[in-house]
């Protein structure tokens, strides 16, 4: 395991008369340029996780090894800023950060924290407004993200804004 940013150093040992030649490869690509016993990767990102394999060969044969990298790297969400929801409507939600190790999470709705990664809400008109906050933390750090939701009026022919919309207090403030 290597964190991001960090560097990747893999050895790959032989013996072999004549000499070995050698090649790597990341998940069944080869690595171009990537052609001595020592493979070396600085600043790796989380995209270059996954099965290296290292081929060493000559004129009798071919023996290999393969070693898995995982990078850890602290969670991130993409993050949906609001929900466009019809009163009444029950709706999962569910957040989904991207994280190795794989991040713990809580989610905070209504004034209530949830050890959860969803939650499955009954929508009222008074809803619109509301913060949705998630919260996804593992060794190296942690992250949040909030949704506003957004209730329509179920009876309203453009299902236009309900008028009985909370005041959405300032975040941060």
Excluded: H
């Amino acid at each position: 395991m290597v964190k991001e940013f960090g560097v990747v150093n893999l050895t790959c040992t032989t013996s072999s008369n004549p000499a070995s030649n050698y090649t790597w490869s990341l998940n069944g690509r080869s690595i171009e340029g990537a052609n001595r016993s020592l493979f070396v990767k600085y600043n790796v990102s989380r995209y270059v996780a996954g099965e290296y394999k290292c081929t060493a060969s000559n004129e009798f044969g071919a023996a290999y090894n393969v070693t898995v990298v995982n990078v850890m790297y602290p969670p991130e969400f993409i993050c949906k800023e609001k929900l466009v929801v019809v009163e009444g409507q029950e709706r999962n939600f569910s957040c989904n950060a991207s994280a190795y190790p794989l991040p713990t999470y809580t989610v905070r709705y209504n004034f209530t924290n949830y050890p959860s990664k969803a939650l499955l809400i009954n929508l009222k008109r008074n809803d619109n407004g509301s913060i949705i906050t998630c919260n996804a933390s593992n060794s190296l750090g942690s992250a949040e993200c909030k949704t506003v939701l957004i209730v329509t009026c179920k009876y309203y022919k453009r299902a236009a804004r309900c008028n009985t919309a909370k005041k959405i207090k300032p975040i941060g403030v």
